[in-house]
């Protein structure tokens, strides 16, 4: 039995700490903050409950493999697992209204054409069908594996050309063409045509934190994933999932200890031989897990990376460069309607203008966006509202991070949340006369609760693009010392984190050359 230290307990810590006390190891956790799953948080007020960081789930496979292969009780008896119908609803500002159905791929044709007219459909459909060669291509090296020496193959773009563009997009793994690798946008324009159908694919990588124009065409897979498995909802909201983890973790005999900043990795022989934490104790080892940005880890290395020669390593300023969010939680006087969509996308009318103020207008300069994107998530869920009588409503909005933008004046910030209820008005009729009070949450806050730098939310990794959307490898230059969590392979959101800790825990388990579950 060997002994275990984690860094930190965001859903790829814990989820690495479970296997591994499974497999017999004695696991210590430590935790800078107050409490367990990261970016994954709750706030309360008034008998209204709130995510704080993501309000779905898609690829619950992920969590299913973890509670049966970590305990007796499954995933939906852990928790109350549904998914959401519609999978989402769209709104444009030509007063275009779309519903799209979960998991239902010919309900998804039938809606676009309704909304867009005649063959959007089926261009989507067409669309759909390439991302579903990217997913088979890289679903195992980019989700199911380590992140292998050669990962320079996966820089080339998969993404298949649409057959009357071949040679212009390019083929399976790299096959350019003139206008050099595909992105996102040109993707989008070339084979949807309707800018609404362009908005709608563009709003999947913007909600991931990811820029259309730069995004290689492979981020097609996330639509492809999202309507293929479908978005779900844990009753409680996505906390609850985290808290479930949590309890997992301790039924397993983890130890947690919270309010517990580790300020250096103990190197002894030439391994990670335990950690030093802010009180001067030290915590000796046999391996170390960090579940925290690699990129926060030479100061407590000595000022030495933890990546190996040739391995993937963020770009110079990644991290903090990354967007974060804007949230608003509002409390709501009035009974939710019973046709209400779980999730609405009310989109910018100048999306242009929106990814300038998000991720910089090429010159660096980034300003607060007058018509954001924003996602309205209602759920209908009792357990997150005090009565019948009320309706706990949060809006979501990607922005610039914290840093280059000033997210701690709050007479700024507060006229931003105020662009987001404004758009949502769209969404929810009388919404400024059914507030009884909302609370504004800014990368700033992200990053004073979270550690990550600017209140960035890392997305999910993808081929293409030379390897600039790939995360660093699980494994460190020092032998016993490994990443978990959304800023290591295989990148952010709760399945991918979650996988993360899969891929750490096979690692010290069977050794540096497994290559994941057949």
């Known amino acids: 039995m060997a002994r275990i ?18 497999a017999g190891h004695r696991v210590v956790v430590y935790e800078r903050g107050r409490a367990h799953g990261g970016g994954v948080g709750r706030f309360a007020r008034d008998g209204f409950r709130f995510d704080t960081g993501p309000g779905l789930l898609h690829l619950p496979a992920v969590y299913r493999d973890l509670f049966v292969k970590t305990g007796k009780q499954t995933l939906e008896q852990s928790v109350e697992l549904s998914q959401v119908d519609p999978a989402s609803r769209h709104l444009f500002t030509d007063g275009t209204d779309v519903r799209l159905p979960n998991a239902s791929r010919a309900g998804v044709f039938q809606a676009l054409d309704g909304a867009f007219g005649a063959g959007a459909g089926e261009r989507w459909s067409d669309l759909v069908n390439r991302a579903r060669e990217v997913w088979d291509a890289t679903r195992r090296p980019l989700l199911e ?7 320079r193959v996966l820089g080339r773009d998969p993404y298949p050309a ?5 040679g212009r997009l390019g083929g399976l793994f790299g096959r350019g063409g003139a206008d050099g690798p595909p992105t996102l946008a040109g993707v989008a324009r070339r084979e949807l045509k309707d800018p609404r159908a362009v908005a709608l694919l563009e709003s999947h990588a913007l909600a991931h934190g990811l820029d259309p124009r730069s995004a290689p065409a492979a981020a097609t897979a996330l639509p492809y994933i999202e309507q293929t498995f479908g978005a779900w909802y844990v009753r409680g909201g996505m906390r609850a999932l985290a808290d479930a983890l949590h309890e997992r973790c301790r039924q397993r005999k983890i130890e947690f200890h919270f309010d517990a900043e580790v300020t250096g990795i103990v190197e002894k022989d030439g391994r990670a031989a335990g950690v030093e934490l802010a009180d001067g104790t030290v915590a000796e080892a046999d391996a170390v897990v960090s579940g925290i940005d690699p990129a926060l880890l030479p100061p407590l290395l000595g000022g030495q ?10 770009e110079p300023g990644a991290g903090g460069g990354t967007p974060g ?12 309607p019973a046709d209400t969509a779980h999730r609405t996308v009310v989109h910018a009318p100048d999306r242009e203008a929106e990814l300038a103020a998000v991720f910089g207008d090429g010159h660096g300069l980034r300003e607060p966006c007058p018509h954001p994107t924003v996602t309205v998530l209602r759920p209908d869920d009792p357990t997150v509202r005090p009565d019948e009588e009320h309706e706990a409503v949060t809006l979501t909005a990607v922005v610039a991070p914290h840093g280059p933008v000033d997210w701690t004046d709050g007479t700024a910030a507060e006229q931003d949340a105020q662009r987001l209820i404004t758009a ?7 919404l400024r006369d059914r507030m009884l009070w909302h609370e504004v949450r800014t990368p700033a806050d992200t990053e004073a609760e979270t550690g990550a730098r600017g209140g960035a939310v890392p997305g999910p990794v993808l081929a293409g693009a030379d390897g600039a959307f790939l995360r660093p490898a699980n ?12 800023w290591a392979h295989p990148g952010g959101g709760l399945a991918h984190a979650g996988m993360s800790g899969a891929l750490v825990a096979g690692l010290i388990v069977e050794g540096e050359d497994w290559r994941g579950s057949q």
């Open 162 to 166: 649409a057959p009357v563009r071949r």
């Open 475 to 486: 494994v460190t230059r020092l032998p016993g010392l490994y990443l978990a969590g959304g």
């Open 305 to 314: 990376a933890p990546w190996r020669e040739g391995d993937v390593r963020p």
């Open 5 to 22: 230290v984690v860094i930190g307990s965001g859903m790829g810590a814990m989820a690495a700490a479970a296997r591994l006390a499974v």
């Open 145 to 151: 594996e380590p992140l292998r020496a050669d990962w």
């Open 325 to 336: 969010r804007l949230t608003v939680l509002l409390a709501l006087r009035g009974t939710r």
């Open 424 to 430: 949502a008005e769209a969404a929810i009729p009388g």
